[in-house]
């Protein structure tokens, strides 16, 4: 009886522990309502910033990036956009954007560390040949820490943390009588 009520012991242990090591979500999106004209050879920046989610400096394991782009002439008269993404004045890449094409990228060691860093992301697009829009800018952030949900105080947890161990102390001492 007494392994039985041990392992018990164990268990309850162990799942209050996983409950400070779940990973979380956090996604910023911004929205450039109709669209941002990026006109040809031009520039556009914008910045994500997570800390206005809770995040916590240094939890950021992985993040992802999706752009919406949008090409300015359906008729596809105008030729091909060609566009340079930089992260934090770093070049990500160059990609020829077909009228209506999202752009996504899993991001690299370096630029999680910036986000680390500070819990900001600074975009720019640069248009290298043609002019597209810009519609949209998802960015999520896979975090190894997630903040005590709202209106779960702490006392109550501990009191009800202190009722269940004191439960197990009854059980126990009427499995002994």
Request: hydrophobic letters at 45%; a negative charge.
């Amino acid at each position: 009886m007494l392994i039985k009520n041990v392992k018990g012991l164990l268990a309850v242990v162990a799942c209050l522990f996983s409950l400070n090591s779940t990973a979380g979500l956090i996604t910023d999106v911004e929205d450039f309502g109709t669209g941002q004209l990026v006109a040809s050879k031009g520039t556009f920046s914008w910045t994500h910033n997570i800390l206005d989610y809770g995040f916590v400096l240094g939890s950021a394991e992985s993040a992802s990036i999706l752009i919406e782009f949008r090409d300015d002439d359906l008729s596809k008269k105008d030729g091909p956009e060609n566009a340079h993404i930089f992260f934090d004045l770093v070049k990500i890449t160059g990609s020829e954007f077909k009228p209506v094409t999202s752009w996504f990228h899993d991001f690299a060691f370096s630029s999680l560390v910036e986000l680390n860093a500070n819990g900001l992301l600074f975009v720019t697009v640069t248009s290298v040949v043609g002019d597209f829009y810009i519609d949209r800018s998802t960015l999520n952030v896979v975090t190894k820490v997630v903040a005590a949900p709202v209106g779960v105080p702490e006392p109550s947890a501990m009191l009800l943390l202190g009722l269940g161990l004191l439960g197990l102390g009854v059980m126990r001492k009427k499995a002994r009588a």
